[in-house]
């Protein structure tokens, strides 16, 4: 099989939600030593990207949904430690702290930004989906974190992200931390609008962005 047919496979596997394929797959892509943040982007991400268009147009229903989102999982339990150990031993290029909004359930967009931050030489605290604002900054606090990392897929969760920063301020800990925001519905505008340090609109561009945050 080509590495482009593995591709097509990865995504299909997605939209079909044809788990026992999808972690198949990434075990031959490890196998293959193939650059697994490429296959990430361009086999398993086009796939969920797909079934948001087939919800949105009514075609697929939550269950579809569910089913899409367990195969996305079971593909990144194969392929995140992998490229944990990829990544070559150096000096920590900052620790970040991680999670989705309070209540907020959506994760996968966010554990693309986990693994792919962790994978290019971040220390990756993830607290998870529908965490708890002050729990972001306990936690930031307790690790000595460089950078508060805050996914939100909902109009409605968007709203903790503003939050957040305005708890910040009041406990007088801005600047204490670099606040960074993403998800669909959030856009470069929304993170200049509310006061946050940076925005990615994916996982990839988010690594180059942190990258310049930390070392600015
Ligand atoms: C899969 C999915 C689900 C799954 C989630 C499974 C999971 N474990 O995450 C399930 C079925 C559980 C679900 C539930 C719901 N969902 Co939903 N869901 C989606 C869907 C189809 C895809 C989201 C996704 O995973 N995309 C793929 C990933 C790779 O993309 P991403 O999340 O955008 O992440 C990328 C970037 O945004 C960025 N990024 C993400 N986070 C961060 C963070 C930082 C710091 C940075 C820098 C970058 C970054 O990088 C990522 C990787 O490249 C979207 C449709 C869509 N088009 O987005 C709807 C969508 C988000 N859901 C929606 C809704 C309404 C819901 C429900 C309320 C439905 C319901 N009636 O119960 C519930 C929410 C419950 C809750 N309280 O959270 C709406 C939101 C509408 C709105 N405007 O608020 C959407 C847009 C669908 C729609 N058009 O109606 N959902």
């Not at 986990?114 to 936690?139: C, P, T």
């Not at 925005?199 to 070392?215: D, F, P, R, S």
Request: net charge negative; aromatic share 4%.
């Amino acid at each position: 099989m080509t590495e482009q047919e593995l591709l097509s496979r990865m995504e299909k596997a997605i939209i079909e939600g044809n788990k026992d394929e999808a972690e198949a797959l990434a075990r031959e892509a490890v196998e293959k030593k193939l650059d697994l943040s490429e296959v990430v982007e361009k086999g398993y991400i086009p796939g969920i990207q797909k079934v948001g268009d087939l919800w949105e147009k009514g075609e697929y229903f939550l269950p579809e949904l569910i089913t899409s989102a367990e195969c996305m999982k079971a593909a990144m339990d194969v392929l995140q430690p992998e490229m944990e150990k990829a990544q070559i031993e150096t000096k920590s290029l900052g620790k970040i702290v991680i999670g989705t909004v309070e209540g907020d359930i959506h994760d996968i967009g966010k554990n693309l930004v986990s693994s792919m931050l962790s994978a290019n030489g971040f220390e990756v605290i993830d607290l998870g989906a529908d965490v708890k604002l002050e729990k972001f900054i306990e936690k930031a606090e307790e690790e000595k974190a460089d950078c508060i990392c805050l996914s939100a897929l909902l109009t409605t969760t968007m709203l903790g992200q503003k939050k957040l920063i305005e708890i910040l301020k009041e406990k007088n800990l801005s600047g204490q931390y670099k606040v960074m925001v993403g998800g669909a519905p959030v856009n470069q505008k929304w993170s200049d609008d509310i006061g946050a340090d940076g925005y990615a609109e994916n996982a990839m561009i988010a690594v180059q962005a942190m990258k310049n945050l930390l070392t600015k």
